[in-house]
């Protein structure tokens, strides 16, 4: 159970200094922006109010976990503590609750808006925002600024901002995207080269930003399940599966056990289907085309087995409030069995035609290093940290769903490199074969939908549920009123610790490897850009 802190502002930098310090909360698992509304002369002492951000951490020593908060009521220049030195991966994020909520970071050393136009009117997710009033339509393209502040308070107490430049008038620049097939998605890299090393990385989000966390607030709860499917999109059955879990957590409702068992299995084919496209991609990014091709044949068989029973193939729609869509197909059972030896058949045929492949060692072997301690920092779960020697997996630390039942071996590496971190997926590939090997024939009977009721409402309170999504921990925050609509309801992206690390991991690298490095980071933009 998470134990629940509030901190004033003022006290906020040296409590976290303090938590990471000498409680060992070095993960910083969440940072969520808040409007937590206007001041009421009727609220109690216990009211929040005023912009805020919640934190989740976690000390991956003693597995303890703790949920900060702290807000502001100044809604003209907001401010709060930055902990980006503390928490590197904080840095993005802190980014992107300036960007939605307009809270300046005293600290933060590139404070920038990360998803919005530089020109962009107002902060879309205060509930008092009216962005369509403010923002007309803009054809025009935006002029890239080169100019960034670092935010600091003066010893008046007043905000000063430290203009620097990012790239200097004498710096080779060059963009990686948008449009570019190794930045897996519509995501812009400015690169500053010293030849061909790198010298500097800037990331550009924001391309295809949907505001789905502004959608839900107007959507009804079960409306709310088809958004996560068009998050991470190649893990789309695990992040309706992390909202399902918080709205039911939240309700108090406790599915089947049947369910339990459809969930986990539906997870692994599709942590399956994900780490084929995985190799398939990096494959061809690195110009090794017949693996691409033996990569989505073997894809094609688990997208067969969705299509079957969800409907779907890519968005599938299955996990509800309370259950699952549909049962089980006829077919499931034994479609299942005969895709697992034929899987692990094909696996030795993946290592056959590219990881022995001098070519494939050489562009992957020591290159793009994040060591162990920089992947806590970061927040960089799944695969990425794993293969940096960091044990994350959400199913160890939290077990849910059927979890609980089964043995499998979570895939460490030390190396911390490109090639550890392929490989790591490659190992998991065959777990995930042997969890759903340990469940397909004991499914229990069971109901497959409980009885809800027409409409959903959430008592009020903070939630949060987290799975392990295919590229690290996907988690849910969800902060109820009581309403049949969520006041907020934020997700942790997998991706975007995983872009934060980029700077830091492809300093001194070719150009030519930050293909590598971003291909084996296995980052899906939509994730993203939320």
Not at 35 to 57: A, I, M, Q
Request: with cysteine; charged share 30%.
């Amino acid at each position: 159970m998470e134990e629940f802190k509030y901190i004033e502002p003022q006290d906020l930098h040296a409590e976290m200094l303090r938590l990471r310090n000498q409680e060992q909360m070095d993960f910083l698992e969440s940072l969520t922006g808040m409007d937590w509304g206007f001041p009421d002369e009727k609220d109690s002492d216990d009211t929040l109010r005023g912009l805020g951000v919640v934190y989740h951490l976690e000390s991956t020593t003693s597995g303890k976990r703790m949920v900060v908060k702290t807000s502001t009521t100044n809604r003209e220049c907001p401010e709060l503590p930055s902990v980006t030195d503390i928490w590197k991966g904080a840095e993005l994020p802190e980014r992107e609750v300036f960007d939605f909520f307009g809270i300046l970071f005293t600290g933060h050393p590139d404070m920038r808006r990360l998803y919005l136009r530089n020109d962009w009117v107002g902060y879309p997710l205060r509930k008092d925002n009216d962005p369509e009033k403010d923002n007309p339509l803009r054809m025009t393209n935006e002029e890239t600024s080169d100019k960034t502040y670092e935010v600091q308070q003066g010893r008046d107490g007043n905000i000063q901002e430290k203009e620097t430049v990012l790239f200097g008038d004498d710096e080779y620049v060059v963009n990686i995207g948008p449009q570019h097939p190794a930045t897996h998605g519509v995501l812009r890299f400015r690169v500053s080269l010293e030849g061909e090393s790198i010298h500097k990385l800037d990331v550009n989000c924001g391309y295809i930003h949907r505001g789905i966390e502004k959608m839900n607030e107007s959507l009804t709860y079960p409306q709310t399940l088809a958004l996560t499917d068009r998050l991470d999109y190649l893990g789309a059955m695990q992040n309706r599966h992390a909202l399902c879990m918080c709205i039911e957590k939240a309700m108090g409702v406790e599915v089947s056990e049947r369910v339990q068992y459809i969930r986990t299995i539906m997870d692994e084919l599709q942590r399956i289907d994900s780490h084929i496209l995985f190799f398939s991609c990096l494959c061809q990014d690195l110009g090794a085309t017949t693996a691409f091709l033996y990569g989505f044949r073997d894809r094609e068989k688990v997208l067969d087995i969705f299509e079957e029973t969800c409907g779907g193939r890519l968005i599938l729609n299955y996990n509800t409030i309370g259950g699952v869509q549909a049962d089980l197909h006829p077919n499931f059972v034994r479609r299942v069995k005969e895709f697992i030896p034929y899987m692990r058949k094909n696996i030795q045929e993946y290592h056959d035609i590219f990881t022995g492949n001098i070519i494939a060692q050489q562009r992957l072997k020591g290159i793009g290093v994040l060591s162990r301690e920089d992947a806590i920092s970061f927040g960089a779960t799944g695969g990425t940290g794993r293969a940096s020697g960091w044990a994350c997996d959400v199913r160890k630390r939290m077990p849910y769903a059927a979890y609980c039942k089964v043995q499998f071996k979570e895939i460490v590496r030390t190396e911390g490199d490109c090639f550890a971190r392929y490989m790591v997926r490659m190992e998991e590939i065959l777990e995930s074969l042997n969890i759903i090997e340990q469940l397909i024939d004991n499914i229990p009977e069971g109901p497959y939908q409980e009885k809800m009721k027409p409409i959903i409402r959430v008592p009020e309170g903070a939630y949060y549920a987290a799975v392990e999504g295919s590229r690290g921990e996907f988690g849910v925050y969800l902060e109820s009123h009581g309403d049949k609509t969520p006041y907020r309801l934020h997700y942790r992206a997998t991706g975007l610790p995983l872009v934060g690390t980029m700077n830091t991991i492809c300093k001194g690298a070719k150009i030519a490897d930050l293909i590598a490095i971003g291909g084996t980071l296995d980052y899906v933009v939509p994730d993203i850009d939320r």
